[in-house]
T-cell receptor, first 115, second 114 residues
């Protein structure tokens, strides 16, 4: 079946612009996660949802970052007033929920470059 | 807070040779442990996972890993490496004390010599 999809795959934006990154999870997956991966490092947790409820946003670096999942399926990660330090790979993952929440399936990522 | 250390940033092995990638974790309770592989331009693919039970777990593509609680380790092994195994490998830890988040190590880049 279809895996996690993310769009766009690549995004180049100018400093100060807002960007919206989209994640479409595996059908039927209750939980959805956002991670950020800097070059040469492992992914770092940003936030996650169960259905439409944002359960943990402790990893969001500052208030320029926000995420939503209004209907419990597709999610959008928004970065306002982008800065060069926001350049990274943004990865989305989904899981069935419950005990299986720990088994997370990742999408291909969105490579964000802020110039 | 939990953490994962992958001591080897780069490893090069010859095709057909055995492989062991090291992973050490820090976690205050029973950990759930994972290995993911990232090929160029691809997403992270789950290789194997440990939740409980048998400490030697089998995964896809002929990989296995052994959980050693006394050493806080979860090393990944493969008896005979193929050229297509060249990729970056990430170890991750999660568990009930961490909510649903996974904490990843910095990764090990594997190169395979013909």
């Amino acid at each position: 079946g279809a895996g996690v999809s993310q769009s766009p795959r690549y995004k180049v934006t100018k400093r100060g612009q807002d960007v919206a990154l989209r994640c479409d999870p595996i059908s039927g997956h209750v939980s959805l996660y956002w991670y950020r991966q800097a070059l040469g490092q492992g992914p770092e947790f940003l936030t996650y949802f169960n259905y439409e409820a944002q359960q943990d946003k402790s990893g969001l670096p500052n208030d320029r970052f926000s995420a939503e999942r209004p209907e419990g399926s597709i999610s959008t990660l928004t970065i306002q007033r982008t800065e060069q330090r926001d350049s990274a790979m943004y990865r989305c993952a989904s899981s069935l929920g419950g005990h299986s929440s720990y088994e997370q399936y990742f999408g291909p990522g969105t490579r964000l470059t802020v110039t | 807070a939990q953490s994962v250390t992958q001591p080897d940033i780069h490893i090069t092995v010859s095709e057909g040779a055995s492989l062991e990638l090291r992973c050490n974790y820090s976690y205050g309770a029973t950990p759930y442990l994972f290995w993911y592989v990232q090929s160029p331009g691809q997403g992270l693919q789950l290789l194997l996972k440990y939740f409980s039970g048998d400490t030697l777990v089998q995964g896809i593509k002929g990989f296995e890993a052994e959980f050693k609680r006394s050493q806080s380790s979860f090393n990944l092994r493969k008896p005979s490496v193929h050229w297509s195994d060249a990729a970056e490998y990430f170890c991750a830890v999660g568990g009930r004390n961490a909510g649903n988040m996974l904490t990843f190590g910095g990764g090990t880049r594997l190169m395979v010599k013909p």
